[in-house]
């Protein structure tokens, strides 16, 4: 699809507004008929926009596209999400463009909760993306719910010593920007909302207060919080990162 054939998602979102607050009441059937099929279209074309929002900065990688020097390590991951029942079409790896925020493009990639207005005057770093290629397995590591920060990074640890994984992997929970972007690709991709089950994953941003920023999937949109304590939650894990700066092959 050519870049003319696709608007952007805050664009076509406020034009789609505009289209409902001038829906006439009491419509005939046949003028509601055709409103409902233009909202199908608009619904569509709104869908495109997303996906070519969220993939011009998180590229999901095809086996033979992932540099040879990290193949290795991809199949370790491919063979620990498939352990854990994940598709193996879902995307193991992403090449990321450096730019992508929590706050602004976050909402423009895909459904967030109130399109992340109530938190755009939350003090935090909201850290953009840098470019890097980034694996991971799209279930928060089993064992790392109900364990305060400090045990869940011993946790990822334990989990890079098992899977023989690069030194500098699963050192990190992963910036909330980092790992927005990542839930979203995978939807985009898949179509799967992940953690699952209405769990959340803890990420390394905190705000001015201490609190730490958080991401869950809530009523088919994601959705950001905070904790101003590092306990332990039967609620929160964590997922497996692993971020690789050099993009040669």
Avoid at 157 to 173: K, V
Wanted: hydrophobic share 35%; glycine share 6%; charged share 25%.
């Amino acid at each position: 699809m050519s870049a003319d054939n696709v608007i952007k998602a805050d664009q076509f979102a406020e034009f789609a507004s505009v289209v409902v607050r001038c829906l006439p009441r009491d419509l005939p059937p046949a003028q509601a008929q055709k409103w409902i099929e233009d909202q199908a279209a608009l619904k569509m074309r709104l869908s495109t926009a997303l996906v070519a929002e969220i993939f011009t900065f998180f590229t999901p990688l095809t086996d033979s596209q992932v540099p040879s020097a990290h193949r290795s390590t991809l199949s370790k991951c491919r063979a620990d999400a498939s352990r854990q029942g994940v598709a193996d079409s879902a995307p193991s790896c992403y090449r990321v463009v450096k730019g992508f925020t929590l706050k602004h493009h976050a909402p423009q990639a895909g459904p967030c909760r109130e399109n992340f207005q109530y938190l755009q005057d939350w003090n935090f770093e909201d850290k953009p993306t840098d470019d890097c290629l980034v694996f991971w397995i799209p279930r928060l590591v089993p064992g790392s719910i109900g364990k305060t920060v400090e045990e869940q990074k011993l946790h990822l640890e334990e989990f890079r010593n098992r899977l023989d994984l690069p030194s500098h992997h699963c050192s990190s929970f992963g910036s909330v920007a980092l790992l927005s972007g990542l839930i979203l690709a995978h939807y985009k991709a898949t179509g799967e909302q992940v953690p699952l089950n209405g769990l959340w994953t803890r990420t390394d941003s905190c705000d001015a207060d201490g609190g730490r920023l958080g991401l869950d999937w809530n009523s088919g949109e994601l959705n950001c919080d905070n904790w101003h304590w590092d306990g332990r939650d039967d609620d929160i894990g964590c997922f497996a990162l692993g971020v690789e700066k050099a993009l040669g092959s």
